[in-house]
């Protein structure tokens, strides 16, 4: 069974920038779509941004232009970059299937925080 460690997580201030890993222990390849979900404190778990294999592209409307989701079949890892991030995008992040299929990692925290 395919398992997640997401990682990059910390600290940062508004306006600033962190890139996101999420390693698969297995391949992902056979996952048509990949995605980024975030769940902030006292809030449902949401849908940040999706790729598929070849790639098609989604982003939540309150973050296009600002993050950016990447796929690396060969290395089973999936990216996600945030720019000009706000307090609103303090959430804890997930990686899984789009719709999730895998055993949900521990997931990474990003404070966003002056």
């Known amino acids: 069974q395919v398992q997640l460690v997401e990682s990059g997580g910390g600290l940062v201030q508004p306006g600033g920038a962190l890139s996101l890993s999420c390693a698969a222990s297995g391949s992902i390849f056979g996952f048509y779509a990949m995605a980024w979900y975030r769940q902030a404190p006292g809030k449902q778990r949401e849908l940040v941004a999706s790729i598929t294999r070849e790639p098609s592209i989604s982003y939540l409307d309150s973050v296009k232009g600002r993050f950016t989701i990447s796929r690396d079949n060969s290395k089973n890892t999936v990216y996600l970059q945030r720019n000009y991030l706000n307090p609103g995008d303090t959430a804890l992040y997930f990686c899984?299937?789009?719709?999730?299929?895998?055993?949900w990692g521990p997931g990474t925290q990003v404070p966003v925080s002056s």
């Open positions: 899984n299937a789009d719709p999730p299929r895998i055993l």
